[in-house]
C-alpha cells in the first residue's frame, strides 16, 4: 500500500462513515399512542409566518398535533392572527389573561398537550403553540388512557429556539402577529430525481475507470511475462501499483473502527469540531479533484503527465500534476470559505464525487468474500446506529451526527445534497458518501470480473447489480417519504439488492465459487500457455 492509497483509506474513513444516513427532523414515535377518534390527525409540518410590529419577520416550521383541527394548506386563506403568551406560561389551569381570538403560546410540561389545548380553546384562542424543551420538533399525541376529545383549534409544537425568539419580541413589548398553514410536499421532488442519477453515475465512471486501470495492468503484465518470462515468474499481478486490496480482517476492522469514530463525533460534536471535519473534507476533496483531473487532462497532455520531478515527502510527482494543484486548492479553500451560501453545494459535490471516484479507482475489493464481509458489516452498523443506538443513548447516534445536532451547522459537509427544487418547506435532499463509496466496491468489483471474463452487459454481472443499486436507493426515497421523513439508512435496503442479485447469478450461472474465492474467472496462465508455444516451436 503506497502513501496515496493509504492516506485515502483512512480519510475516507473517518469523514464518511457516519453518513449513511437520511435525515429527518421529527425525533418522537407515537406507537403507544395509536390514532382513534378525535385522535387521528396525520402529522404535517405547519409554516408559522411573522410579523413583528407589523413588519415581516422569521419563518419558523413547526408540526401539527395528532389532535385538533385540520390546518389551512393554502397561503391565501390562513388568517393573520396575534400572538400572546399564557399566564400560567405552561396553560395547565385557566390563564389569567385573556386570549380571545388570539394564537397562544404555551411552555411544555406540567400536564398533557390536550390538557393544554382544551384550556387554551376554553379561554377563546384560536390555535395553541407550545414550545418544546428542546431543538428538534415532536410529535404531540393523546394519551393512552384519555378517551374523548373535543379539541377544535389547531395544535403546533414549536422548537425550542423558534419558541425563544417569538417570546422574546413579546416581552420587548412589540406586537406580534403569526399566520399558520400546512402546504402539501410534492410527492417526488426533481432534486430526489437528480441525487439518484448523481450517485449512480459516480458508480458507473468510478467502476469504468477501475475495470479499464485493472486491463491496462493486466495488459501490462503479460507483455512483460513474455520480454523476460524466466525472471518475472515471482511477480504479483495483483500488486499493482497505487491500488489497495481489503482483505476481510481489515473489511471487518473498517467498520469496528468507523464505530468508534461514530461514537467520537457524537461526544465532540460541536462547531470548532465541524471545522476539522470541514478541513479533513478539503484535503480529500483536493486529493480527489487532482487526481480525477490530471487522470482526465494527461490525454491531451501527455508528456506533462509522464514528466516527474523530485518533492520532498510526496516523492516524483508530475509537472501536470504540479500546475493542476493550485486549482484544486483554491477550489476547496473557496468552497470552505462560502460552504454556508445558497450555491454552495455545487461545489461541494464536485469535491465530493471526485473523491468517491478516486476511492473507488484506488481502493478495491479482490473478491465476494471480502465485499460480502464488508457490506454485512456495514448493513448491521447502519442498522445499529441509526435503530438500536436509541436504547443506549436515548436517540439516534447517527442521525444526530449526519444533522450535526450541538454543532450550531446545518450538517456535516461529508455528503452530497441538492436543494429540493419544487418543495414549499425547501431544504435539501441529501446522500451520504458510505452510501455510494461500499456498494460502489462491489459494483467496481463486478464490472473488473466481467471484463477479465470477457462477458457481455447482458451475460454479465456489472449491469444488473448497478441496477440493483438503483433500486435499492430508490426503495430508501420511498421509505424515507412513507415514514414521515425518518431518518432512513440506505445500506438496509440497498445492500440485500446488490449482493442478493449477484449471489443469484453466480449460483444460476456456476461461477459462485470463482467470484467467492478467486474474484477473476478460470483461465490459463500467460506465462504457462507462452512456455507451451516456445517449446512446441523448439
Not at 475507470?209 to 518470462?229: G, H, M, Q, V
Not at 465532540?268 to 487522470?295: H, N
Not at 490525454?299 to 508530475?318: N, T
Request: hydrophobic residues 45%; aromatic residues 12%.
Amino acid at each position: 500500500m503506497d502513501f496515496k492509497g493509504g492516506f485515502l483509506l483512512v480519510l475516507v474513513l473517518i469523514i464518511s462513515i457516519p453518513c449513511w444516513v437520511f435525515g429527518g427532523d421529527i425525533v418522537q414515535d407515537d406507537d403507544s399512542a395509536p390514532k382513534r377518534p378525535g385522535c387521528d390527525n396525520d402529522f404535517v409540518l405547519v409554516k408559522i409566518q411573522t410579523w413583528v410590529d407589523d413588519k415581516q419577520g422569521k419563518e419558523f416550521v413547526g408540526v401539527g398535533a395528532r389532535f385538533g383541527t385540520l390546518m389551512e394548506s393554502k397561503e391565501k386563506h390562513a388568517n393573520r392572527t396575534r400572538l400572546s403568551l399564557s399566564d400560567p406560561s405552561d396553560c395547565c389551569t385557566k390563564p389569567i389573561n385573556k386570549l380571545s381570538g388570539d394564537v397562544v403560546m404555551v411552555h411544555r410540561g406540567n400536564c398533557t398537550f390536550t390538557t393544554k389545548a382544551n384550556i387554551a380553546q376554553a379561554a377563546g384562542a384560536t390555535a395553541v403553540l407550545v414550545i418544546n424543551s428542546r431543538k428538534e420538533l415532536y410529535k404531540m399525541v393523546c394519551e393512552p388512557n384519555e378517551e374523548s376529545f373535543h379539541i377544535k383549534i389547531p395544535a403546533v409544537m414549536l422548537p425550542k429556539d423558534a419558541g425563544a425568539s417569538l417570546e422574546g419580541s413579546i416581552h420587548l413589548g412589540s406586537k406580534v402577529a403569526v399566520q399558520l398553514y400546512s402546504p402539501e410536499r410534492p410527492l417526488v421532488d426533481m432534486a430526489e430525481v437528480f441525487l439518484w442519477i448523481m450517485a449512480v453515475s459516480t458508480i458507473l465512471c468510478a467502476s469504468y475507470w477501475s475495470a479499464w486501470s485493472a486491463r491496462e495492468a493486466t495488459i501490462e503484465y503479460e507483455k512483460l511475462l513474455k520480454d523476460a518470462p524466466d525472471d518475472l515468474l515471482s511477480v504479483d499481478h495483483a500488486g499493482a501499483s497505487g491500488v489497495v486490496d481489503i482483505n476481510t480482517t481489515s473489511a471487518v476492522l473498517f467498520v469496528v473502527i468507523a464505530s468508534c469514530f461514530l461514537v467520537l463525533f457524537y461526544k465532540l460534536m460541536s462547531s470548532w469540531f465541524v471545522e476539522l471535519l470541514v478541513v479533513l473534507f478539503c484535503i480529500g476533496g483536493v486529493e480527489g479533484l487532482q487526481t480525477c483531473l490530471v487522470a482526465l487532462l494527461s490525454r491531451w497532455f501527455k508528456d506533462a503527465g509522464e514528466s516527474f520531478i523530485k518533492v520532498p515527502f510526496f516523492g516524483a510527482v508530475s509537472y501536470l500534476t504540479l500546475a493542476i494543484s493550485p486549482f484544486c486548492i483554491a477550489f476547496a479553500v473557496v468552497w470552505a470559505v462560502y460552504r454556508h451560501k445558497s450555491f454552495a453545494w455545487v461545489g461541494q459535490d464536485i469535491l465530493g464525487i471526485a473523491l468517491i471516484i478516486t476511492v473507488l479507482q484506488i481502493v478495491r475489493i479482490p473478491n465476494l468474500k471480502v465485499g460480502t464481509v464488508l457490506l454485512g458489516c456495514a448493513f448491521l452498523y447502519d442498522i445499529f446506529w441509526v435503530f438500536v443506538s436509541t436504547s443506549l443513548f436515548h436517540e439516534s447516534v447517527m442521525i444526530v451526527v449526519a444533522r450535526g445536532d450541538r454543532s450550531g451547522e446545518d450538517g456535516i459537509p461529508m455528503l452530497l445534497k441538492i436543494p429540493r427544487m419544487f418543495d414549499p418547506w425547501g431544504g435539501y435532499s441529501i446522500i451520504g458518501f458510505g452510501d455510494i463509496l461500499l456498494p460502489g466496491l462491489l459494483i467496481a468489483f463486478s464490472l473488473r470480473y466481467d471484463w477479465a471474463a470477457k462477458k457481455n452487459l447482458r451475460a454479465g454481472y456489472f449491469l444488473w447489480s448497478i441496477i440493483a443499486y438503483g433500486s435499492g436507493l430508490l426503495i430508501t426515497y420511498v421509505a424515507l417519504n412513507l415514514m414521515d421523513g425518518h431518518g432512513q439508512p440506505a445500506l438496509l435496503y440497498i445492500v440485500p439488492f446488490t449482493l442478493g442479485t449477484i449471489f443469484t447469478l453466480g449460483k444460476k450461472r456456476g461461477e459462485l465459487h470463482n467470484l467467492w474465492t478467486k474474484g477473476e474467472p478460470e483461465r490459463v496462465c500467460t506465462h504457462v500457455q507462452y512456455t507451451q508455444e516456445k517449446n512446441m516451436s523448439e
